[in-house]
Each structure stands twice: as C-alpha cells, then as structure tokens.
C-alpha cells in the first residue's frame, strides 16, 4: 500500500501538470508523455480510488491534451452581446419586434 505523503505528492505533481494552459504544439508534446506516465501510474496503482482516477483521465486524456493547447474563451459571444446591445439602444425607432429581430440577425450574422 503506498504511504500518504507519496500519494499526496503525486497529487500535487498531477495537479500542477492539469493546470497547464495555452502551450505550443511544441510544448504540448513534452507534456503528454508526462501525463501518459502519471495515468499509467495511476492506472497500477493498489488502490481503488487511484485506479477510477486513473481511468477517469485516461476516458479524457484528448480533452485534457486540447484544453492545453486552445484556451477556451466565450469573445465572441461578448462581441454578439455587445452588438445586440448597441442595436438595442438604436432599436427605439423600430416599429416592432420582427424588424429588430431581422437586424439582429444581419448584424450577428
């Protein structure tokens, strides 16, 4: 059975590798094998907590590989809501709702 400061440490190293963000292509490959190794890890491991971590990752091992390389943003919905409220403070002059609804779409569009 592994001690409790071993466990903890590799937490600690897993976690560190799992907070990577926004990595080239370069550095994203340096990272995997690294990851690969911890699953692997993780997967031979005694106990059973470590073994369901372990196949956790490993089902989402791409997901954690994209996420590395492309930081998900939400710009451009905030552009479409920027947008939309522009519109809307232009919008008083419409004289109902279809004609704002057909300028929103040309202008998100």
Known sequence: MPRPELIYRFKQRLC?????????RKQC???APRLLRA????????LAQL???GETLHSSSVEIATMWR????N???EGFHTKT????????????????RFRVKVMCA
């Open 85 to 100: 409220e522009v519109l809307q403070r232009q919008a008083y002059g419409f004289c109902n709702f279809q004609n704002y």
């Open 75 to 77: 710009a451009i919905t």
């Open 39 to 46: 699953i692997y890890q993780l997967r031979q491991a005694g």
């Open 16 to 24: 560190y590798l799992l907070l990577k963000r926004h990595r080239t």
């Open 51 to 53: 073994v369901s971590l």
């Open 70 to 73: 492309f930081t998900p943003n």
């Open 29 to 31: 490959q340096q990272l």
